[in-house]
């Protein structure tokens, strides 16, 4: 998706997830152009070979050069933050400022092994469908049937990418770059959420603390659902703050 005027901002969606999950903050388009692609794997994208966090980054530095785009405000949730992460690490010069929501830098590989592969053996004895409702309301604070069916919506888990993607995620780590960042960077919470824990927060905080931290309360995993009126107006405030004129 290609919408709006005004400075970039790219929209990176999780694991399982696709670019209409933004679908709350597509009102952002009224002050900035934004750029919401679907991961390879997922959503519409047809590709489905050599899925990893290495080369997310590398497809969306290829879309924006193909657009002709020098610079970009970046946004990802969850396994797009470490996507992030990663276009920050491959080409910083492209990067005005960096929003790093409910997402990890390192995840210890004991733990990160453990929870990836419970969640591979739910996905393996389950449908996709029956594991999009499980991961809709593991992903919520208010496990109301509304606020379920717009997170299942977000979702579109096709097994195999799904897998190789979390994987990819696990092995992730961004820590020995962090303090070297020299770009405006938002941490972004949520107080009860059960998929990516505060601990993990406030890791990327400790490696960062230069970066703003904010974590909603009575949110879990999807504040772009949960608060997405606060959630917009802080994205709002932050990439007007950092804006390309201000460095």
Sequence with gaps: MDIGQGETVVLIHGLGSKK???????????????IIPDLRGHGESEITNNISITNFAE????????????????????MGGL???????QKKECVLS?????????APSFLGQLTVMKGVKNLQLTSSDDYTTYTAKKCLYQKESTLIEAA????????????????????????PILPFVKVPTLIIGGKY???NPLINIYLTKGFLPKAELVIFDNCGHLPI?????????LLDRFFRTNNRQGF
């Design 20 to 34: 209409e999950s933004w679908v709350n903050q597509f009102n952002l388009s009224s002050n900035y152009r934004l």
């Design 152 to 175: 299942k919506k977000m979702f579109l888990i096709r097994k195999e990418p799904y897998i190789v993607s979390a994987l990819s995620a696990i092995q992730s780590n961004y820590l």
């Design 225 to 233: 659902l949960e608060k997405k009126e606060e959630y917009n107006k």
């Design 98 to 106: 960096m929003v790093l929501s409910n997402t990890f830098s390192y």
């Design 193 to 195: 959420d059960e998929i």
């Design 83 to 89: 996507v992030v992460q990663e276009i920050y690490k």
């Design 59 to 78: 497809d969306i530095l290829s879309l924006l050069d193909s657009l002709n785009i020098k610079k970009a405000h970046f946004c990802g949730l969850s």
